[in-house]
């Protein structure tokens, strides 16, 4: 099996499906949709005119807060305390990394591009991402301006020297945000997590923090934000655009230290599914 490949499973239809059929039904007013276009490229115009100050933490975190307000998207964070219990954070409280001589290795599901910038709205740290994503706009922008670390998913010859940089990048006390699952999914489950990336943290002696990262709608969980199969980023953010009431929760679990790769993986991702049944057999 390739570490990096994943074959998707989730079409574009997933993003329609009966739980928020409704909801996406009655979207925006036009005028207001064209105010967040308007909103979102005055965004963008914006963090490219920041050139290299992008990188800063404080900067970066404030471009992609701005990109969720723009598009009319509430940002909500929780810390999983145990015990079934989770304790609501107000935006900006909450940390994804771990304080110690190492970086951390952020590892969360993956649903939408949107994911990206929601985490960097709370803490901004190195990402892993797969090379296509340079070649998205107004994405591929920002990501290429803080230095992303781009991988060919289809290059097995490449997984090495991958992981040995990003344990290089975790002892230098740099944090790193992958999405494990390899591709998106329309619901937090998705695909099994890949345990390439969790040799960095095993070979670093780093702590991995597990995230879950959910959408909803009115409320009500949803597909909506989905960015799934070959659809193209302007009909997924055509899509955004109109949502009324999206939102998005952010939830923190326990950091896991310790283990190999294979149990770091398969714990990381019990943490982040919790009892949700798969989306997919």
Same mark, same amino acid.
């Given at each position: ?37 308007a ?16 990188a ?7 471009e ?43 590892v ?15 803490e ?28 060919? =998913? ?6 090495p ?5 990003l ?26 997590? =890949? ?87």
């Open positions: 099996m390739n570490p990096w490949a994943v074959e998707p499973v989730c079409t574009p239809a997933c993003a329609k499906n009966a739980r928020n059929a409704k909801n996406a039904a009655s979207g925006v007013p036009l005028p207001e949709a064209v105010r967040r276009y909103s979102v490229a005055g965004t963008v115009i914006h963090s490219a005119a920041a050139g290299k100050r992008l800063g933490p404080e900067t970066l975190r404030a992609a807060g701005a990109v969720l307000t723009a598009l009319g998207i509430r940002l909500d964070l929780e810390q999983d305390i145990g015990l079934g219990q989770e304790q609501r954070q107000g935006q900006g409280q909450e940390s994804l990394t771990v304080p110690g001589p190492t970086g951390t290795l952020v969360a599901n993956h649903i939408s591009w949107l994911d990206v910038v929601v985490l960097l709205a709370i901004p740290v190195t990402l892993l991402a797969k090379r296509e994503v340079g070649a998205w706009p107004v994405i591929g922008t920002l990501a290429r301006r803080i230095g992303t670390r781009f991988i060919d =998913r289809e290059g097995l010859r490449e997984l020297s991958t992981v040995a940089e344990a290089r990048t975790l002892r230098s006390g740099q944090s790193v945000m992958v999405f494990p699952q390899g591709t998106t999914w329309c619901s937090v489950p998705g695909g099994t997590f =890949r345990r390439a990336t969790f040799q960095a943290a095993v070979d670093a002696g780093a702590p991995v923090r597990p995230v879950t990262i959910d959408y909803f709608q009115q409320g009500v969980p949803s597909t909506v934000a989905g960015f799934l199969g070959d659809e193209g980023f302007a009909t997924s953010l055509r899509r955004v655009v109109g949502a009324r009431e999206l939102s998005v929760r952010v939830t923190t679990h326990r950091p896991l230290t310790g283990g190999d790769r294979r149990s770091l993986a398969a714990e990381a991702q019990r943490a982040v599914s919790g009892s949700r049944a798969p989306a997919h057999a």
